[in-house]
């Protein structure tokens, strides 16, 4: 006989109940790779544990939405340490204790979650970039907080985490809709271009729909321009390097949405590709990084 599923009314559930199976490896975009110090992998894996778990929750095709509430209200609470219901974030409660560092940006990913669950249309671009600034954005922002780095890169590190939002937004912008029924192409852009959200559903993209996505892809495109000089501002070394590959990788996958019909075609960086981009990546900032030092030296010996 069949179990109960999450949301009949059956029994009470936990964030557990609502796991996909997905991790780490299943992210377009490295998550705490070698590149990053052994000594910070463990609390960024743990942040990472918190958000899948949430997002599984927020996710789920067969739980009603207040029932997805609850589960994500026990998580905040939990976080916050008012209860004890929840184990990703009991578990990322205990790191940032030990390292002394507060819980807002796993706050703000539980509000992009809560969204998710009530919201399933944004109206136009602005009202996007507000979710990624719940979304994304405190994800590279913690990782910042974590290595002890400024405030002051968290412009740059909020265009490259809202480029990183937007690109997967697009690439699944068809899964979202089949399966969620959820739309984060703005709507003002569907219509301006005569396009109705059930296209969306279709085996190709129409061509109002094709110029509706590339739009998008170029405003990306900016947005990875304002986040270029990120990697070489960051004082810590291998956290640089990996934010260089992941903006090399995301300024693959953009220029592939402007290429290619997320639709129908393949966007997703299979294995090989990836490690490819991440190698000349890797190579190209060991140069610059080189050479700055020695143009460093060099000025240095002439003051």
């Not at 199976?21 to 942040?47: M, T, Y």
């Not at 970039?129 to 922002?141: F, H, L, Q, T």
């Not at 981009?277 to 003051?303: K, Q, Y």
Request: glycine residues 6%.
């Amino acid at each position: 006989m069949e179990g109960p599923r999450p949301g009949d009314g059956q029994r009470m559930t936990a964030a557990a109940d609502f796991a996909s199976g997905k991790g780490s490896d299943d992210e377009n975009f490295p998550v705490a790779s070698r590149l990053i110090q052994a000594r910070h992998r463990g609390i960024i894996l743990a942040f990472y544990a918190f958000a899948r778990a949430a997002d599984d929750v927020a996710d789920n095709a067969e739980a009603a939405p207040a029932e997805k509430l609850r589960v994500l209200e026990g998580m905040r609470a939990t976080l916050l340490g008012k209860e004890a219901s929840a184990k990703e974030a009991a578990e990322l409660r205990r790191h940032l204790l030990e390292r002394g560092l507060p819980a807002t940006h796993g706050l703000d990913l539980l509000e992009a979650f809560r969204r998710d669950v009530t919201k399933k249309r944004y109206a136009n671009f602005d009202e996007l970039m507000d979710y990624c600034r719940y979304s994304a954005m405190p994800v590279g922002r913690f990782v910042l907080d974590v290595h002890g780095e400024p405030v002051g890169l968290w412009p740059q590190n909020d265009a490259l985490c809202a480029a990183l939002q937007v690109i997967n937004h697009l690439q699944d912008c068809a899964k979202d809709y089949r399966e969620l029924d959820r739309v984060y192409i703005p709507l003002d852009r569907l219509s301006a271009a005569d396009v109705e959200v059930r296209e969306l559903a279709g085996r190709s993209a129409s061509a109002g729909l094709s110029s509706v996505l590339r739009g998008l892809a170029q405003e990306t495109a900016s947005l990875l321009d304002r986040a270029r000089p990120f990697a070489s501002l960051i004082r810590d070394p291998r956290l640089a390097m990996e934010v260089s590959v992941i903006q090399a990788l995301a300024e693959d996958l953009n220029m592939r949405l402007m290429e290619r019909d997320p639709l129908c075609d393949r966007v997703h960086h299979q294995k090989s590709e990836l490690l490819g981009i991440a190698a000349r990546a890797i190579a190209r900032f060991g140069t610059r990084r080189v050479l700055s030092f020695g143009l460093f030296r060099a000025l240095a010996g002439h003051s």
